[in-house]
């Protein structure tokens, strides 16, 4: 299975992301259910890098309801500041690995399914590289970033295990580009930080 996602909910998303740009502040991360802190802070801080945005932390959600349920707990969590909420969740009943809500800028990438996903259980760097895959194109749609045909691309939609984990788990270039002209429409693309220059050598230093 994969993130689920439609064309026509793609649409909407561009619309109605770019409105109002200059309210946001930046993307928000929340749990749904048990999920390991230590995955969390990994994906909050690779999301935060590679998309050059500030990532909020929002309190976990409890796991009690229905997908639907659940769905309209998150839009309840979305803040006027919040250009999108990703919530990574332990839902083992949940078939798909991943739901992305473009018009209401919310996702949810399900760590049971991708636990489960294959013939064989993964161990704990192919689990996290799987889950920093799938956030970042999550994220990256909830922007209005369409899917990437490139095959190691986070982007591109898999269709089994086995080409999930031929993917990188960032976004190729092109799409990395595309999502920091995203960002940056809706007012939360950060400066790119540039390498200190080294301290000038004196000639009496020598």
Do not use: W
Not at 75 to 86: E, K
Not at 90 to 97: G, N, S
């Amino acid at each position: 299975m994969k993130l689920r996602v439609s064309a026509s909910i793609v649409a909407a998303c561009c619309a109605a992301s770019l409105a109002g740009a200059a309210d946001y502040e930046g993307i928000a991360l929340t749990t749904v259910g048990a999920v390991d802190k230590a995955l969390v802070n990994q994906v909050r801080a690779y999301a935060g890098e590679q998309y050059r945005v500030e990532v909020a932390l929002l309190p976990g959600i409890e796991e009690d309801g229905s997908p639907d349920q659940i769905k309209k707990t998150l839009i309840g969590a979305v803040r006027p500041r919040d250009a999108c909420v990703l919530a990574l969740a332990e839902l083992p009943e949940m078939e798909h690995q991943g739901m992305v809500y473009m018009q209401d800028r919310v996702g949810i990438v399900n760590v049971a399914a991708l636990r489960r996903a294959g013939k064989e259980a993964p161990d704990a760097a192919t689990l996290t590289r799987r889950v920093e895959s799938e956030s970042m194109r999550a994220i990256a749609l909830m922007v209005g970033v369409e899917p990437c045909p490139f095959p190691r691309c986070a982007l591109k939609q898999h269709r089994s295990a086995e080409e999930l984990d031929r993917k990188s788990r960032n976004p190729c270039p092109p799409c990395i580009m595309k999502v920091h002209e995203k960002m940056d429409a809706l007012g939360i693309l950060l400066p790119e930080e540039k390498p200190e220059a080294p301290p000038e050598v004196r000639p009496e230093d020598k």
